[in-house]
């Protein structure tokens, strides 16, 4: 074993979960040791399993017995979370990138307005990026700036095209963990290829996972960035999905609302900022129109799932001939079940002991 080899072994190994793949991790060890390989395929240890701790991508994990030859080795455990987001499933997230174009496509706010309120729903800071300045004019691009503000965001204008903007959007994906969302055709692949300098040996694996097939697949990667950093792509966040907010929620995801609520109180603690009287919310600002539109959608979800869940909890699935599936209604109570025979001898066996106690002197 070479000297190097052999220090490598002493030292705990740390490292970030970059792709999960069935029962194989793909971990990059930290940059700062010095080790003869920077990734390895790992498994997970069977205490792990017994535990079910999921290992999850972005995770922060200690691998042991590393075969540097074979690049293989053993997750042996994970190191505590800072965050978790369900969808895409990635730990220690620290930011969302929203990705916009100015132009083709065409910007649209309301469009903005669902990927905006989904970004803000998972809490975590969201840097907003507005790519293919290039296209448009300065007058426009000022305009876009001023608005953004007015909702709540600094964004960021950039074109990847002719490499203006890019220092400042470099600084923030710095030693993080970035998860980058928004439509097709916004450059979101051209971002990656900007950002990551061994893009030519992924080019195959990444526009597969960037094209077409990415809205079908359920498979996540995180991407090392050459500053330091890790990008994901997003697969199922493209089309933002409203539909696991409550209504009572909807409102925090508005920074206006969140601004007027902080300077005044609405009079009903539950207030939605429809109608009631005393709101310290309704009133003239853009986006207004845009929070009741998907206050009525979300709660129109929100009560379908509840009759989806009330239907359940009342009927059971079963199959019946040549294997159709039909919902019965379930037994609601035990009082319409007939008594098995040992709940009936229990029952006896119970009443002859309360006898026996009332009746002992
Ligand atoms: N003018 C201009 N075109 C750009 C810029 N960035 C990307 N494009 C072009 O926009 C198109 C889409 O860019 P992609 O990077 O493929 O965008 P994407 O978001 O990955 O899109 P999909 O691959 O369809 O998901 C390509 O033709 C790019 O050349 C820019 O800053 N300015
Ligand atoms: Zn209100």
Redesign the pocket.
């Known amino acids: 074993m070479s000297k190097q080899a052999q220090a490598a072994t002493d030292t705990p190994l740390t490292g970030t979960v970059l792709a999960v793949q069935a029962n194989f991790y793909q971990v990059q060890l930290q940059a700062a040791q010095n080790f003869p390989s920077s990734q390895l395929l790992c498994t997970r240890r069977s205490r792990l399993k017994k535990l079910r701790q999921q290992v999850m991508v972005g995770d922060q994990v200690v691998v042991e017995e590393p075969d540097w030859l074979g690049q293989r080795g053993a997750i042996a455990s994970i190191l505590p979370r800072q965050s978790q987001l369900a969808r895409p499933p990635i730990a220690n997230v620290n930011q969302i990138l929203l990705?916009f174009?100015l132009a083709?496509p065409k910007l649209d706010p309301q469009q903005l307005t669902r990927f905006l309120v989904t970004a803000e729903q998972t809490h975590l800071p969201i840097i907003l990026c507005f790519?293919?300045?290039?296209?448009t004019t300065y007058a426009t691009q000022k305009a876009w700036r001023d608005r953004m503000k007015r909702w709540g965001y600094d964004p960021i204008l950039?074109?990847?095209?002719?490499g203006v903007g890019l220092k400042a959007l470099e600084r923030p994906l710095r030693e993080h963990i970035t998860v980058a969302s928004?439509?097709?055709?916004?450059?979101?692949?051209?971002?990656i290829n900007h950002f990551i300098p061994d893009i030519d040996l992924r080019v195959g694996r990444v526009s597969e996972r960037?094209?077409q097939g990415?809205h079908t697949t359920r498979h996540v990667e995180l991407f090392e960035l050459s500053k330091g950093g890790f990008l994901a792509d997003t697969p199922g966040f493209n089309q933002p999905s409203l539909s696991n907010i409550l209504p009572a929620q909807l409102g925090q995801c508005f920074p206006e609302i969140r601004q007027r609520l902080s300077q005044a109180r609405c009079q009903f603690k539950d207030c939605q900022h429809m109608d009631e009287p005393n709101c310290a919310v309704r009133g003239d600002w853009e986006r207004y129109p845009y929070y009741l539109n998907l206050l009525a959608e979300v709660t129109e979800e929100h009560a379908k799932r509840q009759m989806t869940a009330t239907t359940e909890a009342r009927t059971k699935r079963k199959s019946g001939k040549r294997g159709k599936i039909k919902n019965e209604p379930k037994l609601e109570t035990k009082r319409y079940r007939r008594p098995s025979r040992r709940q009936l001898q229990q029952d006896l066996q119970n009443i002859d002991l309360d006898h026996l106690e009332h009746s002992s002197p």
Do not use: F, H, P, Y
Not at 131 to 135: F, G, I, P, V, Y
Not at 158 to 162: A, D, E, H, V
């Open positions: 990705m174009a083709e790519n293919k300045r290039d296209l950039i074109s990847l095209q002719t928004g439509l097709s055709g916004v450059g979101k692949s051209s971002l960037w094209g990415r």
